[in-house]
């Protein structure tokens, strides 16, 4: 059974070294803002809004290796063509280095890593409309972004966007996992994500309600590889917010099901995916 259309992705948490450098970069250069809880933890959002991140340090948190399942990027949502323009020209004045950026049919990209290596992207997408398909399945690609063009999007003035703009949100999640067919199994088997994209070669992505894809698997530097060492630089966890209580109860049912154990913590089901990543299923 499908999980509900209206399922999103919430707050994703970090180990990072250094809890002032990510904070700092964080601000800077993605334009969150941040709030030091009482734990010590920092929590970065749009004003008004829930949490997109969430940081925890540890200065002596072992690096995480290359060769392992994880994090390969958190992928934060702009309203608009605009917003993407802005966010370009934050990181030109923050002097971050882009790792690539891309044109993916269904949207345009930026990609870059913050200081413990973590990859994030930047994204704005098309409307859903303009989406293209093939023989009835959603198409993606991966084609150079034209930079110049984006920046045509902003108005003469210079003034500066010290904030990514309300409505900004988790887009996606995108793991490095083990093998795919255990992956498809739990994401797409267990908790009911729709299949959208299976044509490039390593990856797949999954979805609730027809979006192109919540959450991105691939295995390009993971096929085989074991988790990264227990309290490692990367992902804690990353949430999936299901619409209520029932619908929460209804997923955690067929994990039940499926022989796979959870936890229960401050109102969500903790578990780990086959390749050992940990997500965190609540309600709205």
Partial sequence: MAIHPDTNMGAVRLTVADLARSRDFYERAIGLRATER??????????????????????????????????????VLLPSRR????????????????????????????YLHDPDGNGIEIYRDRPREDWPHVDGSLEMATLPLDL???????????????????????????????????????????????????????????????????????????????????GAIGLRSFEVVLPDDAELERVLGRVSEAGIAYERSNGAAVLRDPSGNALRLLAS
């Fill in 38 to 75: 009482d734990d010590g933890t920092v929590a970065l959002r749009v004003e008004g809004e829930a949490p997109l991140i969430e940081l925890t340090a540890d200065a002596a948190a072992p690096p995480r290796p290359r060769r392992s399942t994880g994090l390969f990027h958190l992928a």
């Fill in 148 to 230: 110049d063009d984006v920046i045509t999007e902003l108005p003469g003035s210079t003034a500066k966007d010290e904030f990514a703009p309300p409505g900004t949100r988790m887009g996606h999640v995108h793991l490095q996992v083990a093998d795919l067919d255990e992956s498809e199994a739990f994401y797409s088997g267990v908790l009911g994500f729709d299949v959208m994209v299976k044509g490039y070669v390593g990856a797949l992505f999954v979805s609730a309600g027809g979006y192109h894809h919540h959450l991105g698997l691939n295995t390009w530097q993971s096929l085989g590889a074991g988790p990264p060492p227990p």
């Fill in 83 to 110: 917003d993407l323009a802005v966010a370009l020209r934050r990181l030109v004045g923050a002097r971050v280095a882009l790792d690539g950026a891309s044109d993916h049919l269904v949207s345009e990209a930026l």
